[in-house]
């Protein structure tokens, strides 16, 4: 029986390990023996390592780290899992075996060729990329409310089962092309050696028209021992420790240094929460979020921030750091949704638009680094309220332009006006707001009698917030005298700002 000291005795009924992996301390074992024998060492690049020391390199930087960040008591609630960053495939479970698609494989049907260019399964995750030829005219929608294909692509494995994708990403190249990238979730088989992946019909196409039920049978083999990887370190949500800006309160601004401008464009100030850090051979990806709240009671568009702001970073003399290349944007993209899925009990889509990762160099940047994103609130002061206003549809759908309206709108405590009514470019109405009185910057439409799931609306101009527009959508416009319900007036509310740091020192 191994002894241990107190410290690692209490570590021990603290937290509820998992067994080792028996593969991983075969490995290390034959890597222990074979240096054993040996006195020559073999130099590799900076990251280039064989998998077991790949798992003992991130395992050691990730003690290292945590260690120094949080504490020796929290660290083993932290790594019960060990993750790596791999290029072109996202953030992975490094505690078991890699494979990748033995060969590409391609098929034409229809005049489409659809070419599977590279596939990569780890433990909890494979993620699949292909490119496609455009689609012949006569598959693509013609009108915008064209039924379209959105059945998933799935995996079927060799004992029958079925993995269906969870998620289809598309990239643009630098060349003008898209990259097309289906993300599945394993189940336990962590070694598997052969797949059929299925495209019951192409995503985008008219539904009934293009290739179906396409096949394609995907050979894997184990990914090689110098497989690039980079360490990533997760922070606990549960705890989170994230180190806080400066106090705008306690900074003199001056001419050489106004780190003071940095937080003060809000009516006040909320501190994100640091997600997680990759150390790449140049740079750290530096991943911030903040919780985006929701009304629970309205079911569509509940969000109570907008954010029509960038994120800015800034070092630690306040100087602004230029925003990516479209290139490294998209790294950083898709590295940030692979690290929301490794999220441990955590839901992605909590986040809803406030996650981002910047990576930050690690010569020439005076650490700490500080973002900064602004906000603004909104609410629903009347949730249950309506006000309705009639209408004559075939003078608005005979109309060149906008048909004058210029009535107030009244609900509860609410005002604004509703300015005009045209014609939607797209079949169907539109219906232009003017909510200076009341500071409403959206709401929602409906025609009485006459549902639709399709609509449109405006997007928010910071400049001029209080115009705003929602449109209604039809293959054939309802006319004659016709009722809009108008209800949920969205009230402008402060701006706030959003702020972190992080520090490789930290």
Same mark, same amino acid.
């Given at each position: 029986?191994?002894?241990?000291?107190?410290?690692?005795?209490?570590?021990?009924?603290?937290?509820?390990?998992?067994?080792?992996?028996?593969?991983?301390?075969?490995?290390?074992?034959?890597?222990?023996?074979?240096?054993?024998?040996?006195?020559?060492?073999?130099?590799?690049?900076?990251?280039?390592?064989?998998?077991?020391?790949?798992?003992?390199?991130?395992?050691?930087? &990730? $003690?290292?780290?945590?260690?120094?960040?949080?504490?020796?008591?929290?660290?083993?609630?932290?790594?019960?899992?060990?993750?790596?960053?791999?290029?072109?495939?996202?953030?992975?479970?490094?505690?078991?075996?890699?494979?990748?698609?033995? *060969?590409?494989?391609?098929?034409?049907?229809?005049?489409?060729?659809?070419?599977?260019?590279?596939?990569?399964?780890?433990?909890?995750?494979?993620?699949?990329?292909?490119?496609?030829?455009?689609?012949?005219?006569?598959?693509?929608?013609?009108?915008?409310?064209?039924?379209?294909?959105?059945?998933?692509?799935?995996?079927?494995?060799?004992?029958?089962?079925?993995?269906?994708?969870?998620?289809?990403?598309?990239?643009?190249?630098?060349?003008?092309?898209?990259?097309?990238?289906?993300?599945?979730?394993?189940?336990?088989?962590?070694?598997?050696?052969?797949?059929?992946?299925?495209?019951?019909?192409?995503?985008?196409?008219? &539904?009934?028209?293009?290739? #179906?039920?396409?096949?394609?049978? &995907?050979?894997?083999?184990?990914?090689?021992?110098?497989?690039?990887?980079?360490?990533?370190?997760?922070?606990?949500?549960?705890?989170?420790?994230?180190?806080?800006?400066?106090?705008?309160?306690?900074?003199?601004?001056?001419?050489?240094?106004?780190?003071?401008?940095?937080?003060?464009?809000?009516?006040?100030?909320?501190? #994100?929460?640091?997600?997680?850090?990759?150390? *790449?051979?140049?740079?750290?990806?530096?991943?911030?979020?903040?919780?985006?709240?929701?009304?629970?009671?309205?079911?569509?568009?509940?969000?109570?921030? #907008?954010?029509?702001?960038?994120?800015?970073?800034?070092?630690?003399?306040?100087?602004?750091?230029?925003?990516?290349? #479209?290139?490294?944007?998209?790294?950083?993209?898709?590295?940030?949704?692979?690290?929301?899925?490794?999220?441990?009990?955590?839901?992605?889509?909590?986040?809803?638009?406030?996650?981002?990762?910047?990576?930050?160099?690690?010569?020439?940047?005076?650490?700490?680094?500080?973002?900064?994103?602004?906000?603004?609130?909104?609410?629903?002061?009347? *949730?249950? $309220?309506?006000?309705?206003?009639?209408?004559?549809?075939?003078?608005?759908?005979?109309?060149?332009?906008?048909?004058?309206?210029?009535?107030?709108?009244?609900?509860?405590?609410?005002?604004?006006?509703?300015?005009?009514?045209?014609?939607?470019?797209?079949?169907?109405?539109?219906?232009?707001?003017?909510?200076?009185?009341?500071?409403?910057?959206?709401?929602?439409?409906?025609?009485?009698?006459?549902?639709?799931?399709?609509?449109?609306?405006?997007?928010?101009?910071?400049?001029?917030?209080?115009?705003?527009?929602?449109?209604?959508?039809?293959?054939?416009?309802?006319?004659?005298?016709?009722?809009?319900?108008?209800?949920?007036?969205?009230?402008?509310?402060?701006?706030?700002?959003?702020?972190?740091?992080?520090?490789?020192?930290?």
């Amino acid at each position: 029986m191994k002894d241990y000291n107190q410290l690692e005795n209490d570590i021990l009924k603290t937290y509820q390990l998992p067994d080792p992996n028996p593969e991983f301390i075969n490995n290390l074992d034959k890597e222990f023996e074979s240096l054993s024998v040996t006195q020559t060492t073999t130099v590799k690049p900076l990251h280039k390592f064989t998998r077991a020391w790949g798992y003992a390199a991130i395992t050691l930087f &990730l $003690l290292a780290t945590l260690l120094f960040a949080i504490g020796p008591t929290k660290v083993l609630a932290q790594i019960q899992a060990f993750f790596g960053y791999v290029p072109s495939v996202g953030v992975v479970d490094t505690s078991y075996t890699f494979y990748q698609l033995d *060969k590409s494989v391609s098929d034409t049907k229809d005049d489409i060729t659809l070419t599977i260019e590279s596939a990569f399964l780890s433990a909890d995750q494979t993620i699949i990329t292909f490119s496609i030829t455009d689609l012949p005219l006569e598959f693509r929608p013609i009108k915008f409310h064209d039924p379209v294909c959105n059945t998933p692509a799935y995996l079927t494995l060799p004992d029958g089962s079925e993995i269906q994708s969870s998620h289809l990403r598309t990239d643009l190249q630098a060349n003008g092309t898209y990259k097309y990238l289906l993300m599945f979730n394993n189940p336990d088989n962590t070694e598997i050696k052969q797949a059929t992946l299925v495209f019951p019909c192409l995503e985008g196409a008219v &539904l009934g028209k293009g290739p #179906m039920d396409w096949r394609f049978v &995907l050979d894997f083999t184990p990914a090689p021992d110098d497989l690039e990887i980079f360490p990533v370190s997760i922070t606990d949500q549960d705890e989170p420790e994230v180190q806080s800006p400066l106090d705008p309160d306690e900074i003199n601004p001056s001419e050489e240094n106004d780190m003071a401008a940095m937080f003060v464009d809000g009516e006040r100030q909320e501190e #994100m929460t640091l997600l997680g850090v990759a150390d *790449k051979r140049d740079s750290y990806w530096v991943t911030w979020a903040y919780p985006m709240p929701r009304d629970p009671d309205i079911q569509v568009n509940g969000f109570l921030l #907008m954010i029509p702001f960038n994120p800015v970073l800034y070092d630690a003399n306040g100087v602004e750091f230029p925003p990516a290349d #479209m290139e490294l944007r998209n790294e950083l993209w898709n590295y940030q949704d692979s690290l929301l899925n490794q999220l441990p009990d955590e839901d992605p889509l909590q986040y809803a638009g406030l996650v981002h990762t910047f990576a930050i160099p690690k010569t020439g940047f005076t650490f700490p680094a500080y973002i900064k994103l602004n906000a603004l609130e909104r609410s629903f002061p009347e *949730k249950e $309220l309506f006000a309705e206003i009639q209408f004559d549809g075939t003078t608005v759908q005979n109309s060149d332009g906008p048909m004058p309206i210029h009535q107030e709108v009244q609900i509860g405590d609410v005002e604004f006006e509703l300015v005009s009514i045209e014609k939607s470019e797209y079949g169907g109405y539109t219906f232009n707001f003017n909510g200076a009185e009341g500071e409403v910057i959206d709401c929602r439409v409906e025609l009485i009698g006459h549902p639709t799931n399709i609509s449109g609306q405006s997007s928010l101009v910071v400049d001029d917030p209080f115009h705003f527009y929602q449109s209604l959508i039809y293959s054939s416009p309802p006319t004659g005298d016709l009722t809009v319900r108008i209800d949920l007036p969205v009230v402008l509310g402060d701006q706030i700002t959003l702020f972190g740091a992080w520090s490789p020192n930290n």
